[in-house]
């Protein structure tokens, strides 16, 4: 079974653009979890656009409540987001290779002229008795550069199956993914997925075996607005759960 985590970026960007605090994210999370996901995600990034650092301890304390949910912060590992980590401590802290004013999230790390950050940085988790996860682009090299530096999981950037989802290149593109993912099974590290994941392509998507946890937050969001969160939740996890 693959574990659903929903991101609740985008549910952080629609309160801050009232100056209200609604939607309230824990709020919206509780929701989430009473429906029966898996995790909660978030990316508070520096200018805290969309989820802000006290939505992040504020979430670590609701899903205290719930042993059962997996809480996973993603970021940039600057020392500031390294404190907040080990504070909240969260079950998984994935890491992210964003630069301060970058839009979203659009590459994977290059492990091999990052060393010098990451290793430090994933000594720190693991002392701290957090999972660790990178970004990485669908490369078994960079799978392989992830073990190396001694990450626990990584989570596969899927901007490029999405795009080739229903296209001619999707089996190529598939192709690569599954790689990746029979690389880092050979290397015994964990598999995570996200970015651009919907209903449409998901269930593809994890024809590939072996996917831990999917983290999805944009589109789901969307779908939500469009068919009702009661709806779309039960669908994501009739796919995740191999029920679909």
Known sequence: MTKL??????????????????????????????LGVHGITVHPRPDERHTKKQDAYDLGVLCEQYPQIEFNIEG??????????????PDQCTLVPDNENQLTSDHGWDIANSTATLVPVLKRLADAGIRSSLFVDPDPTEVAAAANVGADRIELYTEA??????????????????????????????????HDLDLNNLSRFLQIPGILEVSIG?????????????????????????EA
Not at 10 to 22: E, T
Not at 78 to 86: A, K, L, P, R
């Open 76 to 89: 940039n590992p600057t020392q500031d987001f390294m404190t907040m980590v080990e504070k909240i401590k």
């Open 218 to 242: 944009h589109a789901l969001t969307i779908e939500c607005l469009l068919q009702g969160i009661e709806s779309v939740i039960p669908r994501y996890l009739e796919i995740c759960t191999g």
């Open 161 to 194: 199956w999405a795009n080739a989802f229903g296209q001619p290149d999707e089996q190529s593109v598939f192709d690569q993914y599954h790689k990746s993912a029979m690389k880092a099974g050979e290397l015994n590290i964990g598999i995570n997925a996200g």
């Open 5 to 34: 985590s929903v991101n609740l970026n985008k549910i952080a960007l629609l309160r801050n653009s009232r100056g209200r605090d609604y939607p309230n994210v824990v709020d919206y999370a509780q929701k989430c979890i009473d």
